[in-house]
């Protein structure tokens, strides 16, 4: 049987922690770099930023400064305040957590088109997580020589709470998001929010289960250093997986066949993309060797916005009707000329 509170089985598990912590810190270093390009569209102002994008990149970059600080605590080599440093990636790891759960919630108000019955509740229940989330950073560290900053106390039961009412939360949000979406209707919806179904699907699986390890870990509270071991994997797949359905969604209505949008303090708003008016205006000059020239300036053909249809966030049609180019009316814009 081990003797998992022994000093040589924490420094064991310690020194697993150590390498461990690196190989995850390499994976999301890569996450980050082969999807920058997308965060400096908006820094570089060639995307239109909107506030649902700021719980994204908090998302993003709490994460990665939490990671870079327990880089940090794991290599340093001189005494500091391991105190510190640890309260500091506590509370940037714990905020990546709570702000993933959001960027999912934001959605899910969105389906709904923000109904009072569904904001309200979600809001409350996003700020009795955010207040599990700062408990949470209540744990001690301290500089051990030649050994560096170690873990020599944490609130398992506190943090156990925290990850299951993570789970908790998710599983609300899938839920509130599937039963709108399955509706008798579902012939009529778009492609996009199929993917919306099928991405909300693939994150609560995924965070899930990586929270599922997290909480076992918690709950059998092994020795100091076991019973976190798992949070941070849990942190890194929950913001992975959260951003990912963020830049999917965003690229999807930019260059699919639908406008992703934020109308009215929507989160997100389906409209065709015919939905302008008059198109510019074309100038033609014509000239011939006499230097007499004419110029003629033209319109295009407006779009009649009311023969195609408009979606609200659930895929459902709000105005207009189905396109029909069989049940137009007949114009008489080509009708010969009385005789």
């Given at each position: 049987m081990v003797d998992w509170l022994s000093p040589t089985e924490i420094a064991k598990d310690a020194k697993a922690f150590d390498r461990f912590m690196h190989a995850l810190l390499g994976v999301y270093i890569w996450e980050w770099v082969v999807s920058i390009d997308f965060d400096w569209e908006y820094i570089s102002g060639r995307r239109k930023f909107r506030w649902p994008m700021i719980f994204y990149f908090l998302n993003r970059y709490c994460l990665l400064f939490a990671l870079v600080g327990i880089a940090i605590a794991l290599n340093v080599t001189e005494e500091i305040d391991c105190q510190a440093l640890y309260t500091f990636n506590q509370c940037f790891g714990n905020a990546a957590i709570g702000l993933a759960s959001i960027n999912l919630s934001l959605r899910t108000m969105a389906v709904w088109s923000r109904k009072w019955y569904i904001v309200f509740p979600l809001v409350a229940i996003i700020l009795a997580h955010w207040s599990l989330l700062l408990h949470g950073i209540l744990l001690k560290a301290s500089w051990v020589p030649e050994v560096g900053c170690v873990i020599v106390e944490t609130d398992s039961k506190l943090l156990a709470a925290t990850f299951i009412y993570s789970m908790a939360f998710d599983f609300t949000v899938l839920t509130l998001t599937a039963y709108k979406l399955v509706q008798p209707n579902a012939g009529n919806r778009s492609r996009l929010v199929g993917l919306i179904f099928q991405d909300g699907l693939i994150y609560f699986i995924l965070a899930f289960l990586s929270n599922l390890v997290a909480t076992t870990f918690m709950l059998l509270n092994l020795n100091p250093v076991m019973s976190i071991i798992a949070?941070?994997?849990?942190?890194?797949?929950?913001?992975?997986?959260?951003?990912?359905?963020?830049?999917?969604?965003?690229?999807?209505?930019?260059?699919?066949?639908?406008?992703?949008?934020?109308?009215?303090?929507?989160?997100?708003?389906?409209?065709?993309?015919?939905?302008?008016?008059?198109?510019?205006?074309?100038?033609t000059k014509v000239s011939n060797k006499e230097g007499v020239h004419v110029q003629m300036e033209t319109f295009e053909s407006p779009i009649d916005k009311a023969g195609?249809?408009?979606?609200?966030?659930a895929g459902n049609v709000i105005s207009g009707e189905a396109y029909d180019p069989e049940s137009q009316a007949i114009s008489g814009e080509f009708k010969r000329p009385p005789y």
């Amino acid at each position: 049987m081990v003797d998992w509170l022994s000093p040589t089985e924490i420094a064991k598990d310690a020194k697993a922690f150590d390498r461990f912590m690196h190989a995850l810190l390499g994976v999301y270093i890569w996450e980050w770099v082969v999807s920058i390009d997308f965060d400096w569209e908006y820094i570089s102002g060639r995307r239109k930023f909107r506030w649902p994008m700021i719980f994204y990149f908090l998302n993003r970059y709490c994460l990665l400064f939490a990671l870079v600080g327990i880089a940090i605590a794991l290599n340093v080599t001189e005494e500091i305040d391991c105190q510190a440093l640890y309260t500091f990636n506590q509370c940037f790891g714990n905020a990546a957590i709570g702000l993933a759960s959001i960027n999912l919630s934001l959605r899910t108000m969105a389906v709904w088109s923000r109904k009072w019955y569904i904001v309200f509740p979600l809001v409350a229940i996003i700020l009795a997580h955010w207040s599990l989330l700062l408990h949470g950073i209540l744990l001690k560290a301290s500089w051990v020589p030649e050994v560096g900053c170690v873990i020599v106390e944490t609130d398992s039961k506190l943090l156990a709470a925290t990850f299951i009412y993570s789970m908790a939360f998710d599983f609300t949000v899938l839920t509130l998001t599937a039963y709108k979406l399955v509706q008798p209707n579902a012939g009529n919806r778009s492609r996009l929010v199929g993917l919306i179904f099928q991405d909300g699907l693939i994150y609560f699986i995924l965070a899930f289960l990586s929270n599922l390890v997290a909480t076992t870990f918690m709950l059998l509270n092994l020795n100091p250093v076991m019973s976190i071991i798992a949070n941070v994997p849990a942190a890194i797949v929950s913001t992975i997986v959260a951003c990912r359905i963020v830049r999917r969604l965003s690229n999807f209505t930019t260059h699919g066949a639908e406008m992703f949008g934020s109308t009215q303090g929507s989160t997100i708003a389906f409209r065709s993309n015919l939905s302008k008016g008059l198109h510019p205006k074309v100038s033609t000059k014509v000239s011939n060797k006499e230097g007499v020239h004419v110029q003629m300036e033209t319109f295009e053909s407006p779009i009649d916005k009311a023969g195609y249809p408009e979606y609200d966030a659930a895929g459902n049609v709000i105005s207009g009707e189905a396109y029909d180019p069989e049940s137009q009316a007949i114009s008489g814009e080509f009708k010969r000329p009385p005789y």
